[in-house]
Every structure is written in structure tokens, then in C-alpha cells.
């Protein structure tokens, strides 16, 4: 079946590929430049999300087996995902989910029990990138009133933020007018927070590295630091990004995680280790909430991470939507058809209201939506 294209108002079915087919996908295939896409992984590896992984990546391993860590798996997940990149056309056919790939080469079951692992990690991860955006909000809050509104009105706040955007850039590659914003306010983020670390790192003299627990609770949170420091490497949907990555689909991915893994890896690993240098064991699981200030750079600092987060949240959960939108939309008319609008507006009301209500139920459970993530991912 050949690739179906909602995004430019037609239908592909009948129109012949020189090189090879793919699966009927409601969202756009085979458009974006490697540069695009490189830009995209940047932005999105480097949100707050994943920049508040001190907490997780360093402190349950302490400086040598954390730093060994983080240079091995980025090292495992860089080879991993370039012979993945290789994976996307075989034959004549060109895989665009993880799900069918894995069911292509090792069966029915493999592809439900991807289809799960993918989707439990994106749900868990979308729900962390709601409860982020809330406590951003909130701590922009709390620096100008002494009594915050609850956690639970950001969270609702956040998730309609989230919705809107999902809206009205439906797609991964309809965000490519999104990008040069979410470079400019990563720029800004990781600047003012990384001058605000070095400044605490060398007032606080009375950093403690040490590795709390006993040999059980150490053991169980190395392997939660492991899994946490793969998913700062690799996105578990990378047939997913390339499906938007024009041909040669394999040379131009794998130039794109060259900028991943050069650019994005400094940034990102950097911001953490600086985290874990200023504060030590007890660095927040949300960094920006161990500052110092000035109030006008936290504020400029949670500021940036909350828009910054819309727009990587929407590239980590674009597979669900594509899922969802090819499911119930028409195929044979626009991304922005009258039905498909509609159509649209309800399924992802749908989706994150389901969202919102879990993650403001349960917003203590900020931890266990990381580690849960990071393990669903580090099987997948």
C-alpha cells in the first residue's frame, strides 16, 4: 500500500514510488531535510524535562559509575539507533512505526508487545511533560505570591496549552515552522540555568555525593539511573522521525543523529552534570526549583521551560496522535478538511483529558511517572 498523505489534501494510494512502499499513514512521509529533523532531536532531547535528570541519572550512581554510565549508553544507544536507521527500508518496503518493523522481522507477538511498550512509555512520558509544565507554571507563580494556587490548576493549564498546540500543528513535520522558536528558547534556558548552577556550585561547599540506601535500594536505583540516562539517548521512536526524513531515508536519519549525538548529547549531559556538581545528592527532581534566583532569571528560566516543553512533548507523543488520526480521520481529504477538524478536536480532547485527570489525581507521583518511563523505555 503506498503512503497516504493527509497534510497535502490528497490521497497517494493509487500513485506508484520509485524505490519502495509504505503503510497508509494520516500524517506526512518523506518531506523533511536531515537538518529539520537534526534540529528536532536537539530541541527536544534538551527540555526540562530531560534537564532535571540529576536527580535520576547521577545521584543514585555517584561521580564514576555515573560518569561511566553516561558515556557507555550514550555510546550503546548512538550504535543502536544508527543500524535501527538502516532498518527503515527493506526491500521495497518502508517501515514508518516501531510497532510494524519489529512485527515484519520477529512476528505478531513482537509487534504487540512493541505496540504496548512504545505506547505505555509515550502515555507516561506525555503525563510527565503535563506535570512539568505545571510545576513551571507554578514556581513562575510562587515568586510574586506567597500562596500559590494548587498544583492541580497548572496541571489543567498546561494539558490545554498541550492540546492546543497538538491542535493546530497536528504533525511532526508541520512543526518545522515551530523549530528556530524551541532552538531560541533552549538557548535561553540552558544559558541562564547553566549561569545560575556554576554560581550555587561554587557557593554550596557542603555538597554530599553520597549514595543514599541500603545494597537493595542502591541496586534497584542504579538500574533506574541506567534507564533514565537511555531515555536522555534515544527516543524510542525513531521510525517514527524518519518516516518525515526525505531519501536517502537511512543516510540522511543517521546524519541527523550525528547532530543528536555531537550538539544535543553536549547540552543535555552537560546541564545535568552541572546540576549534580552545584547541589550533590540532594538536587531536586525538577533542577530549576534548586536556584538560587535572581527571581527575574528563575522566572525567565521557568518561562522558557514550560513553551519549550509544548513543543517537545508533541514530537514524544506524535506517534499516539499518528495512531489515532489515521484510525478516524479521512484519508482521502485535508489535515484540515471541516471532518477531519472535527475529527481531531474530540479524538485529542479525548487524549489529553485523560492526561489531565491522571496526572492532577496523582501529582505526587512525579517520580514514579519518571522511573516507570524510563524502565517501559529501557525494555523497549
Known amino acids: 500500500m503506498e503512503a497516504v498523505s493527509l497534510e497535502a489534501g490528497r490521497s497517494d494510494h493509487r500513485q506508484k514510488q520509485n524505490e519502495y512502499t509504505s503503510a497508509s499513514s494520516a500524517h506526512i512521509v518523506d518531506r523533511d531535510s536531515w537538518q529539520q529533523v537534526g534540529l528536532l532531536l536537539v530541541t527536544s532531547f534538551n527540555c526540562a524535562y530531560v534537564l532535571s535528570f540529576s536527580n535520576l541519572m547521577l545521584a543514585p550512581l555517584g561521580w564514576y559509575w555515573g560518569l561511566a554510565c ?153 538500574f533506574g539511573a541506567i534507564a533514565a540516562i537511555l531515555v536522555c539517548n534515544t527516543s524510542g521512536i525513531l521510525p517514527e522521525i524518519q518516516s518525515t526524513v526525505r531519501k536517502p531515508v537511512a543516510a540522511n536519519m543517521r546524519k541527523a543523529l550525528v547532530m543528536q549525538y555531537t550538539i544535543g548529547l553536549a547540552i543535555y549531559y552537560g546541564i545535568s552534570i552541572a546540576g549534580y556538581w552545584a547541589y550533590g545528592a540532594s538536587v531536586s527532581e525538577y533542577l530549576p526549583k534548586e536556584l538560587s534566583g535572581p527571581t527575574w532569571a528563575k522566572v525567565l528560566i521557568n518561562s522558557t521551560a514550560f513553551l519549550q516543553s509544548i513543543m517537545s512533548q508533541h514530537m514524544f507523543v506524535a506517534p499516539i496522535h499518528e495512531a489515532l488520526d489515521t484510525k478516524f480521520q479521512r484519508l482521502n481529504e485535508g489535515m484540515f478538511s471541516k471532518y477531519n477538524l472535527i475529527c481531531r478536536f474530540f479524538v485529542r480532547s479525548i487524549f489529553f483529558g485523560l492526561n489531565i485527570l491522571v496526572t492532577a489525581l496523582f501529582p505526587i507521583l512525579w517520580e514514579i511517572l519518571l522511573t516507570s518511563s524510563d524502565r517501559s523505555h529501557f525494555f523497549l
Open 70 to 222: 553516561l558515556v557507555i549508553v550514550a555510546a550503546f544507544a548512538a550504535y543502536a539507533n544508527w543500524l535501527l536507521a538502516g532498518f527503515h527500508v527493506i526491500g521495497d518496503r518502508r517501515f514508518i512505526r516501531y510497532r510494524d518493523l519489529m512485527g515484519y522481522l520477529f512476528g505478531k507477538r513482537m509487534y504487540y508487545v512493541t505496540w504496548f511498550l512504545q505506547f505505555a512509555t509515550l502515555l507516561l512520558g506525555s503525563m510527565g511533560f503535563i506535570l512539568l509544565g505545571g510545576r513551571a507554571l507554578k514556581e513562575i507563580n510562587s515568586e510574586f505570591s506567597d500562596s500559590p494556587m494548587r498544583l492541580q490548576v497548572y496541571i489543567v493549564v498546561t494539558g490545554v496549552v498541550y492540546l492546543a498546540f497538538a491542535y493546530f500543528v497536528p504533525t511532526i513535520s508541520s512543526m518545522r515552522n515551530w523549530l528556530i522558536s524551541s532552538a531560541i528558547l533552549t538557548v535561553i534556558y540552558d544559558a541562564a540555568i547553566l549561569a545560575i548552577l556554576i554560581k550555587d556550585g561554587n557557593i554550596n561547599k557542603a555538597k554530599d555525593y553520597n549514595i543514599a540506601g541500603n545494597k537493595a535500594e542502591k541496586a534497584l536505583n542504579a
